[in-house]
């Protein structure tokens, strides 16, 4: 989006904003139009509030020159006592109502503001799960939750505090202008002498307020990138002592948002204290020529007060303007991350022509596939197998090869940039998105649990699953008996990632939220990495409990875990360079069989390493 340079574009960008949101607004016109209703009833009050001091300094106050007959049969029949008395009744009355239709109108739009702009946030938050993973992959999650939380909120509160009493104060202005040229032509054009100089006051200082203003907003994103990169990876950091590091860096980035804050703050103060200086300068100049006329008979009194009062009132806007003017700069900051991040489009969507897929049987096609993440760069080249029904598939190759891509493309997380993928002989792109991931079960290499009790973590698998379908897949997991040793059982809460747990433990509860989907298909990306011996084979043993009635992808770089499936592909370089049975891949003595023997030579070491006598340890090192 365009970046603002001057603070006339401030109010356009606002404009833009509130007419994206408008389908919001319109939601709630009732409470609009009620609202602008005691917005208008609020500006034509207070134009009738100078009127009864007006009165009084005409033709009550003896001192005052006559100002002659007032146009009004009725008023001009009064005694000077009733006079005096009605008009105080009429001011209390005006101001009385004028606050009134002022704490209504503010109530209205407070309430139009909250309810527009946390619809907007629940749709913003929904609009970045619905974006394609290439954009997660590239975005700072603490960037994108400070647009989420904070912009939305930030824009929240100046809409509220700014901009609509804005928007009541230029009705004044408008309003007042109109009487005050009726009032006196002279006197108006006086007084608007000084708007050049108000202009050239706000353009020199507002640029640079939206200009540090934005800059403070991509310094507070920063920030918050960096305490969630570091508290998500709190066990690393302190394993490397990390902790200077990232507070330094932290605190960097902190005092550069101070230093912009300060800024945007003194810049503010100065435009403020500058615009009330320009209006003690249009207020004298009105003041001067209008005692003068006064005194010559030319004026009364009375209009002189009114006058005065509608220029103080008139400048009211401006004087807000310039209050307001860092808060507008921010909001328009803000409100352009908003509008930039409802601007991205997913990647991966549904075509027009897809429906709900059937309940699938499980046989999975890759014909002729290919991807890249990024152009020239391809990651799998011509890639084509297929799994039957319910059989076991293993996908194996050193790292980079492209095997947890052939899983995301799978998912369609990536659609492939050549070639196709079927299941059950149709292109999953011919069927919904969600239709298609609701039928296939992933277990992960670092399975993610969520802040939420043991219950609720296997229940995020079927979230219509009954309680007994949630025990029996526990029991499939092998996760029963561990689970019911905890403190509260499955009412247990694990820590955010599922810390409180031992790495065993969460793959069998993240197995048993898999096995509650029931599944016809079940992705296993290296779910056994990094688990000691018990813990494997526990793992091992629910996985098989769990993939005898599904067709199931296993990723792995343990070919141990690999010769179970009933067969096998080898990746390297995005290409298939063997596939078939454990046996027949053996038989064939390529990189395969050399990998697998390398490793069960390994096994037999570190297991014969772990029966050796202590004294023998010692040995190794003489």
């Known amino acids: 989006m365009g970046r603002p340079q001057t603070i006339q574009e401030i109010a356009p960008g606002l404009w833009q904003i509130m007419r994206r949101f408008s389908p919001y607004i319109r939601q709630e016109w009732g409470l609009v139009v009620g609202a602008l209703v005691a917005l208008l009833a609020q500006v034509g009050l207070r134009l009738l509030e100078p009127w009864p001091l007006k009165f009084v300094f005409d033709r009550v106050i003896p001192t005052a020159p006559s100002g002659g007959a007032s146009g009004l049969p009725w008023l001009d029949g009064l005694s000077p006592t009733v006079l005096l008395w009605g008009c105080a009744i009429a001011l209390v009355s005006f101001t009385g109502l004028r606050a009134l239709a002022d704490y209504s109108s503010t109530v209205g739009f407070a309430l139009v503001g909250n309810r527009v702009l946390t619809q907007v946030r629940n749709d913003l938050y929904r609009h970045l799960q619905s974006l394609s993973l290439s954009f997660h992959n590239q975005a700072r999650s603490g960037d994108l939750t400070i647009r989420v939380i904070s912009d939305v909120g930030l824009l929240k509160d100046v809409v509220v505090t700014a901009f609509l009493p804005l928007l009541g104060n230029v009705l004044i202005l408008i309003g007042m202008v109109g009487l005050m040229l009726w009032l006196h032509l002279e006197l108006t054009l006086l007084a608007l002498a000084t708007m050049p100089l108000f202009s050239l006051t706000t353009l020199r200082l507002s640029r640079r307020i939206k200009e540090v203003s934005r800059k403070q907003r991509r310094q507070e994103g920063a920030m918050a990138s960096t305490a969630a990169e570091a508290m998500g990876a709190i066990q690393v950091v302190k394993t490397l002592s990390l902790e200077t590091r990232f507070a330094k860096t932290f605190s960097g980035q902190s005092k550069k948002s101070l230093k912009d804050g300060v800024k945007a703050k003194r810049l503010a103060a100065q435009l403020e204290r500058s615009v009330d200086l320009l209006i003690a300068l249009a207020t004298a100049l009105v003041l001067g020529r209008g005692a003068h006329l006064v005194l010559h008979g030319n004026l009364t009194p009375g209009d002189l007060l009114v006058f005065l009062s509608y220029l103080k009132n008139a400048f009211k806007p401006v004087r807000d303007f310039a209050k307001y003017t860092g808060r507008l700069a921010k909001a328009s900051a803000a409100g352009e991350r908003i509008l930039n991040l409802l601007d991205q489009t997913p990647e991966i969507v549904d075509l027009s022509t897809a429906c709900p897929a059937p309940r699938f049987q499980g046989h999975v096609q890759f014909q002729g596939v290919q991807f890249a993440y990024k152009p020239d760069y391809p990651i799998l080249q011509n890639i084509s197998f297929e799994a039957k029904a319910n059989q076991s598939l293993a996908i194996v190759g050193p790292s980079g090869s492209g095997k947890s891509t052939l899983a995301s493309l799978l998912l369609r997380l990536y ?136 067709t199931t992808l296993i990723i792995t770089h343990d070919l141990t875990l690999a010769a179970t499936a009933d067969q096998l592909l080898y990746l390297e370089n995005g290409e298939i360079w063997e596939r078939g049975t454990h046996h027949q891949l053996l038989v064939n003595q390529g990189r395969y069989a050399a990998l697998y023997q390398l490793q069960v030579a390994r096994r037999q070491s570190q297991a014969e390493d772990t029966h050796r006598p202590k004294g023998e340890d010692y040995a190794l090192f003489r």
């Open 415 to 550: 659609d492939p940039s050549g070639g196709r993928i079927l299941m059950d002989g149709m292109d999953i792109r011919s069927y919904t998105l969600d239709s298609v991931r609701s039928q296939i079960s992933v277990v992960l290499q670092d399975s993610l649990l969520f802040a939420a009790s043991i219950w609720d973590n296997i229940a995020y698998g079927n979230p219509q699953a009954s309680n007994d379908e949630i025990l029996q897949a526990a029991q499939l997991a092998n996760a029963h008996a561990f689970i019911q040793q905890l403190p509260q059982g499955y009412d247990t809460l694990v820590g955010e990632r599922g810390v409180t747990l031992s790495g065993g433990q969460r793959q069998r509860i993240a197995i048993a939220r898999a096995a509650v989907r029931q599944s016809p298909i079940l992705i296993l990306d290296e779910p056994t990495t990094g688990l000691d011996k018990d813990s494997e084979q526990a793992v091992i043993d629910a996985l098989q409990q769990v993939a005898q009635q599904c």
